[in-house]
């Protein structure tokens, strides 16, 4: 553990508040063709990455008409992306178990989080996970998730495998979540998780 930390919180993004980011219809394409879909899978992707080309994911509805463009959005379901304005923040040594891979935005460079690995700190203990007729609920795991402070090797922003495509952070000095408060970057949510 690099930095000492207080609190956990998830990272969320909020689609009734902000736009999406997702891939776009030629960039699919051409991974189908070549059988290379892109997986945030906690693998590294740093020496096959190429640039990425993603556009703004519109609900032609009504109701997501006045939604707000984010200063990190998310891109599908899989992870973060941060704009040309604040990505200088995270380029520099931000965390040594998290990626920054190229993307484009009509030109605009942003650049998608590659979390590398997973950090072992589910309390198996003091959580409770969601059982549904007898299996674990697929969409809501847990009724309750606490992580072991002890066992977070990388506080500025890490995953958990047991909680699916989830990231978290920590308050810790230099970690996304004190980043985001500091320069009052928009697009993200954090939800505190409970710790022991």
């Known amino acids: 553990?690099?930095?000492?930390?207080?609190?956990?919180?998830?990272?969320?993004?909020?689609?009734?508040?902000f736009l999406l980011l997702n891939e776009t219809g030629f960039e699919q394409?051409?991974?189908?063709?070549?059988?290379?879909?892109?997986?945030f899978d906690g693998m590294s992707m740093r020496d096959?990455?190429?640039?990425?080309?993603v556009d703004w994911l519109i609900e032609p509805s009504t109701a997501h008409q006045n939604l707000k463009k984010p200063d990190i959005a998310g891109l599908g379901a899989s992870t973060i992306v941060v704009s040309p304005k604040y990505s200088p923040l995270f380029l520099n040594d931000f965390s040594n178990n998290v990626e920054l891979l190229e993307c484009n935005l009509k030109g605009?460079?942003?650049?998608?989080?590659?979390?590398?690995g997973f950090d072992k700190a589910l309390s198996?203990?003091?959580?409770?996970?969601?059982?549904?007729?007898g299996k674990p609920s697929r969409i809501r795991k847990f009724k309750k998730m606490v992580f072991e402070k002890s066992a977070i090797e990388s506080p500025e922003l890490f995953r958990v495998r047991e909680a699916g495509l989830r990231y978290f952070t920590t308050d810790a000095t230099n970690?996304?979540?004190?980043?985001?408060?500091?320069?009052?970057?928009?697009?993200?949510?954090?939800?505190?998780i409970e710790t022991v």
Do not use: C
């Open 48 to 53: 096959n990455w190429r640039e990425l080309a």
């Open 124 to 133: 198996e203990e003091h959580s409770i996970r969601n059982i549904k007729n």
């Open 1 to 17: 553990m690099t930095d000492k930390f207080n609190k956990v919180y998830s990272v969320s993004v909020e689609p009734d508040e």
């Open 29 to 39: 394409t051409i991974q189908l063709t070549e059988g290379q879909l892109l997986m």
């Open 175 to 192: 970690s996304l979540y004190s980043i985001v408060q500091e320069h009052g970057i928009k697009g993200l949510y954090f939800h505190e």
């Open 108 to 116: 605009e460079k942003w650049f998608a989080f590659n979390v590398v």
